[in-house]
């Protein structure tokens, strides 16, 4: 069977993976400092090693761990690739680089159809939730988001729900007012699904296709904050019968083992339908992208490449593997 | 989430019992249960890599004495060189030039605004400093009113002059603050990439100008191996003076305070526990050693709990619980001053062996506290002091004198049970570093 690492050359050479070469750019770019810790990293690892050996092994762990991919991820990707490369008896090292990409996708795909467009309402309008633990970059995503959609011609309406940080709420409508787009408010420290509730009203009522909804920051060590989550979920539910239609979880790209654990308490609380990986252009890392998938199994949806706008990607591992390896592809 | 480092050992360390010395053989598993520890905990892992090599040359050879293990000797010298690299001298903020000039620094979402109100609160109350907050990150939309809205609630004044360039800003509340007498001046900054050499140069400019006397970086406990870049990116730019850990109520690890000093050797100075004003503590490094390694923080515990509960109580309690008699008297007292506390699961998790025992799943409602106290205080003092003579008639009074039920009465005698026995456990002392 002709392995992940062929088939994107294939791909690539056919011009199949990027829309423009714009796209390509920016994925090139937003992902060069990871690629320039890794890709590079693992170049040299071959131009040191003639063989591959045990030495080579241990150098590649260290690599793989440094890049953010989880200790627990890392540790079995080992095991498998060893095992790989002893039974297809492979020695080259160049060859093995191949492997390692194929594997590394492997952990992502895990046999399953990934679903990372966003799940739509049929009518009326869709509702999307974003949740996240402090200073991940909530609010700049939807701003972001917000202005995807609005210039794909849609109405867009934010909901201001996280009424507690200071500023928060001032935040948010600076955003809508450079954006030109409708923002729902509350009072400081009032009840986010009160707020919520007004927002989803707003929505339905005056016939909005989209509706983003902020939510503040929290630890996913309190339960408190954390069953508050679920009484927005239920508010919107019962105003909306599906919705909210996605709960996009954002996670900031620097964030290391604890990115697992913010995944797994956020999934165990609600609904969690995808991922939005922020600053992943200011990390050299980003590796957390295959430890979720690993460890907790959950699709990332978007990723943040730059501070601007147009820099919200919808996620494509495809085109995030080009990004990493595109040296040798 | 992560297996305690404690348990993990006990495995490895299984193999080492026995022997009379460490040697490179009986010590390998053991060296790489501490390497993925702190891996784990997201200690950069060149660090890891030369930090468990020293350990592992110290432990080697080292004579076993006879009331030792060699697995306890092997843990002691784990502890010592954390604690050595941590720094076990207290660095206490700069506070002697009049007026301070302070400035926080870091990444995006690292908590710099939060932490900057929590900082000029903690000048003012144990300092006694007239302190300013200077508002310079002119780029976020609305951080200005966020600044503004916290020093409005802790009555401090914010200087801001809008967008205006923050090496001109900055000035300005320097000569503002000689003016109206205030004596330490804490500048916010604009997260920024350590790589943004453009915005790096606005701190490098902010500081040439005016010469602080502190620059903190503020650092997410939660980040991952990328901290080596952040660190050292901010580090070459500017003399940093300390750290600043953020976000440590969270369930994070946070290897990066040993990142951190092994970088930059300058001290991490404060930590950022909880979202409130009041959320801030001085950096411990026995504390953080026990956290790294997964082994409870019971001192943070103590500290926390002796800053609200008064003196005297604290003294008592202390007492009953060395004595082991504890009564529901106390029971409800703890009650009451976990409800001031704030979070208690935040406390439960600094409890070690809270984990084992099934305690950090134990919610508690606030309003709990309210039925709780109703049924104490339907007790009579006999029954307080005695719990064991509550049989059923006496539930059912209580219960009804206390407006709850027979089973909520039963179910706070249980939890007054489990408490009882860990007070019993904490007064053994086996609360300690297991060494």
Same mark, same amino acid.
């Given at each position: 069977?002709?392995?992940?690492?062929?088939?994107?050359?294939?791909?690539?050479?056919?011009?199949?993976?990027?829309?423009?070469?714009?796209?390509?750019?920016?994925?090139?770019?937003?992902?060069?400092?990871?690629?320039?810790?890794?890709?590079?990293?693992?170049?040299?690892?071959?131009?040191?090693?003639?063989?591959?050996?045990?030495?080579?092994?241990?150098?590649?762990?260290?690599?793989?761990?440094?890049?953010?991919? =989880?200790?627990?991820?890392?540790?079995?990707? $080992?095991?498998?690739?060893?095992?790989?490369?002893?039974?297809?008896?492979?020695?080259?090292?160049?060859?093995?680089?191949?492997?390692?990409?194929?594997?590394?996708?492997?952990?992502?795909?895990?046999?399953?159809?990934?679903?990372?467009?966003?799940?739509?309402?049929?009518?009326?309008?869709?509702?999307?939730?974003?949740? =996240?633990?402090?200073?991940? =970059?909530?609010?700049?995503?939807?701003?972001?988001?917000?202005?995807?959609?609005?210039?794909?011609?849609?109405?867009?309406?934010?909901?201001?729900?996280?009424?507690?940080?200071?500023?928060?709420?001032?935040?948010?409508?600076?955003?809508? %007012?450079?954006?030109?787009?409708?923002?729902?408010?509350?009072?400081?420290?009032?009840?986010?699904?009160?707020?919520?509730?007004?927002?989803?009203?707003?929505?339905?009522?005056?016939?909005?296709?989209?509706?983003?909804?902020?939510?503040?920051?929290?630890?996913?060590?309190?339960?408190?904050? $954390?069953?508050?989550?679920?009484? $927005?979920?239920?508010?919107?539910?019962?105003?909306?019968?599906?919705?909210?239609?996605?709960?996009?979880?954002?996670?900031?790209?620097?964030?290391?083992?604890?990115?697992?654990?913010?995944?797994?308490?956020?999934?165990?609380?609600?609904?969690?339908?995808?991922?939005?990986?922020?600053?992943? %252009?200011?990390?050299?890392?980003?590796?957390?992208?295959?430890?979720?998938?690993?460890?907790?199994?959950?699709?990332?949806?978007?990723?943040?490449?730059?501070?601007?706008?147009?820099?919200?990607?919808?996620?494509?591992?495809?085109?995030?593997?080009?990004?990493?390896?595109?040296? $040798?592809? | 989430?992560?297996?305690?480092?404690?348990?993990?050992?006990?495995?490895?360390?299984?193999?080492? !019992?026995?022997?009379?010395?460490? +040697? &490179?053989?009986?010590? /390998?598993?053991?060296?790489?249960?501490?390497?993925?520890?702190?891996?784990?905990?997201?200690?950069?892992?060149?660090?890891?890599?030369?930090?468990?090599? *020293?350990?592992?040359?110290?432990?080697?050879?080292?004579?076993?004495?006879?009331?030792?293990?060699?697995?306890?000797?092997?843990?002691?010298?784990? !502890?010592?060189?954390?604690?050595?690299?941590?720094?076990?001298?207290?660095?206490?903020?700069?506070?002697?030039?009049?007026?301070?000039?302070?400035?926080?620094?870091?990444?995006?979402?690292?908590?710099?605004?939060?932490?900057?109100?929590?900082?000029?609160?903690?000048?003012?109350? !144990?300092?006694?400093?007239?302190?300013?907050?200077?508002?310079?990150?002119?780029?976020?939309?609305?951080?200005?009113?966020?600044?503004?809205?916290?020093?409005?609630?802790?009555?401090? &004044?914010?200087?801001?002059?809008?967008?205006?360039?923050?090496?001109?800003?900055?000035?300005?509340?320097?000569?503002?603050?000689?003016?109206?007498?205030?004596?330490?001046?804490?500048?916010?900054?604009?997260?920024?990439?350590?790589?943004?050499?453009?915005? #790096?140069? &606005?701190?490098?400019?902010?500081?040439?100008?005016?010469?602080?006397?502190?620059?903190?970086?503020?650092?997410? /406990?939660?980040?991952?191996?990328?901290?080596?870049?952040?660190?050292?990116?901010?580090?070459?730019?500017?003399?940093?003076?300390?750290?600043?850990? +953020?976000?440590?109520?969270?369930?994070?690890?946070?290897?990066?305070?040993?990142?951190?000093?092994?970088?930059?050797?300058?001290?991490?100075?404060?930590?950022?526990?909880?979202?409130?004003?009041?959320?801030?503590?001085?950096?411990?490094?026995?504390?953080?050693?026990?956290?790294?390694?997964? #082994?409870?923080? #019971?001192?943070?515990?103590?500290?926390?709990?002796?800053?609200?509960?008064?003196?005297?109580?604290?003294?008592?309690?202390?007492?009953?619980?060395?004595?082991?008699?504890?009564?529901?008297?106390?029971?409800?007292?703890?009650?009451?001053?976990?409800?001031?506390?704030?979070?208690?699961?935040?406390?439960?998790?600094?409890?070690?062996?809270?984990?084992?025992?099934?305690?950090?799943?134990?919610?508690?409602?606030?309003?709990?506290?309210?039925?709780?106290?109703?049924?104490?205080?339907? #007790? +009579?003092? /006999?029954?307080?002091?005695?719990?064991?003579?509550?049989?059923?008639?006496?539930?059912?009074?209580?219960?009804?004198?206390?407006? +709850?039920?027979?089973?909520?009465?039963?179910?706070?005698?249980?939890?007054?049970?489990?408490? *009882?026995?860990?007070?019993?456990?904490?007064?053994?002392?086996?609360?300690?570093?297991?060494?």
């Amino acid at each position: 069977m002709m392995g992940f690492f062929s088939k994107l050359k294939e791909k690539i050479a056919s011009k199949k993976v990027f829309n423009d070469k714009k796209e390509e750019e920016k994925y090139s770019k937003g992902l060069e400092k990871t690629r320039k810790e890794f890709s590079d990293k693992l170049n040299s690892l071959n131009k040191k090693y003639k063989k591959v050996n045990q030495e080579y092994f241990e150098d590649l762990e260290e690599l793989l761990i440094m890049a953010d991919i =989880g200790v627990g991820t890392v540790v079995k990707f $080992m095991e498998k690739l060893i095992d790989r490369a002893r039974k297809e008896k492979i020695e080259n090292p160049e060859v093995l680089k191949e492997l390692i990409v194929d594997e590394l996708f492997i952990i992502y795909v895990n046999d399953e159809i990934l679903v990372n467009k966003i799940n739509y309402a049929e009518e009326g309008p869709t509702v999307i939730l974003f949740v =996240g633990v402090n200073g991940v =970059g909530k609010t700049t995503t939807i701003a972001k988001m917000a202005k995807k959609e609005k210039d794909l011609g849609k109405k867009v309406l934010l909901v201001a729900g996280d009424t507690f940080r200071a500023g928060a709420i001032e935040q948010l409508s600076e955003w809508g %007012d450079r954006l030109g787009i409708d923002v729902v408010t509350g009072e400081e420290n009032s009840d986010p699904s009160s707020v919520v509730y007004k927002g989803v009203e707003k929505g339905k009522n005056e016939s909005y296709d989209i509706v983003l909804i902020d939510t503040a920051g929290r630890l996913q060590n309190k339960v408190n904050l $954390m069953n508050e989550l679920e009484k $927005m979920n239920r508010v919107i539910g019962n105003f909306i019968p599906n919705a909210p239609h996605e709960t996009l979880l954002v996670l900031d790209a620097s964030t290391g083992q604890n990115g697992i654990s913010q995944a797994k308490s956020f999934k165990e609380i609600t609904n969690i339908t995808g991922i939005v990986l922020t600053k992943l %252009d200011g990390t050299a890392k980003g590796g957390i992208v295959l430890a979720i998938k690993e460890e907790v199994n959950l699709p990332v949806k978007y990723i943040g490449l730059g501070e601007k706008p147009e820099d919200l990607e919808v996620f494509d591992i495809e085109k995030y593997i080009y990004g990493l390896f595109k040296e $040798m592809i | 989430m992560f297996e305690d480092l404690g348990d993990r050992l006990d495995k490895a360390m299984s193999k080492i !019992k026995g022997y009379g010395s460490i +040697t &490179e053989d009986n010590i /390998s598993d053991v060296v790489r249960e501490v390497r993925l520890a702190l891996l784990e905990a997201d200690v950069n892992y060149k660090v890891v890599k030369e930090f468990t090599n *020293k350990v592992k040359e110290k432990a080697l050879g080292e004579e076993v004495k006879k009331s030792l293990k060699p697995d306890e000797v092997f843990l002691k010298i784990l !502890k010592d060189e954390l604690l050595e690299l941590l720094g076990t001298e207290k660095v206490e903020i700069e506070t002697k030039y009049n007026p301070t000039l302070l400035m926080l620094v870091g990444l995006q979402g690292s908590g710099k605004t939060t932490t900057i109100g929590k900082l000029a609160n903690l000048l003012r109350k !144990k300092y006694n400093k007239k302190p300013l907050i200077v508002a310079c990150d002119i780029y976020r939309p609305a951080a200005i009113e966020q600044l503004k809205t916290i020093g409005k609630s802790l009555g401090i &004044e914010v200087f801001e002059e809008g967008k205006k360039n923050p090496v001109e800003i900055v000035n300005d509340a320097v000569d503002y603050a000689k003016e109206n007498g205030y004596n330490y001046l804490l500048v916010d900054t604009a997260g920024r990439l350590q790589i943004d050499e453009d915005l #790096m140069q &606005e701190l490098i400019n902010i500081n040439e100008s005016v010469k602080m006397h502190e620059i903190l970086l503020v650092l997410d /406990s939660m980040i991952g191996q990328d901290a080596i870049n952040v660190i050292t990116g901010f580090n070459e730019k500017l003399p940093l003076t300390g750290v600043i850990l +953020t976000k440590m109520d969270g369930d994070t690890r946070g290897g990066v305070a040993i990142s951190a000093r092994y970088l930059t050797n300058v001290p991490i100075k404060f930590v950022g526990t909880s979202e409130k004003l009041d959320g801030i503590e001085e950096f411990d490094s026995e504390r953080m050693v026990g956290r790294i390694l997964g #082994m409870g923080d #019971m001192m943070g515990l103590i500290e926390k709990a002796e800053s609200v509960m008064n003196e005297e109580d604290a003294e008592e309690s202390l007492k009953k619980m060395k004595k082991g008699k504890y009564d529901l008297e106390d029971f409800l007292k703890q009650f009451k001053t976990i409800k001031k506390l704030g979070s208690l699961e935040g406390l439960l998790k600094m409890i070690p062996g809270a984990k084992k025992m099934g305690l950090t799943n134990v919610q508690i409602d606030p309003k709990q506290v309210a039925r709780i106290e109703a049924i104490v205080l339907s #007790m +009579t003092p /006999s029954e307080r002091k005695n719990p064991d003579i509550i049989k059923a008639s006496r539930k059912e009074r209580i219960a009804k004198g206390s407006g +709850t039920s027979v089973q909520e009465v039963n179910k706070l005698l249980k939890q007054f049970e489990e408490s *009882k026995k860990m007070m019993k456990m904490m007064s053994n002392g086996n609360f300690k570093m297991p060494m």
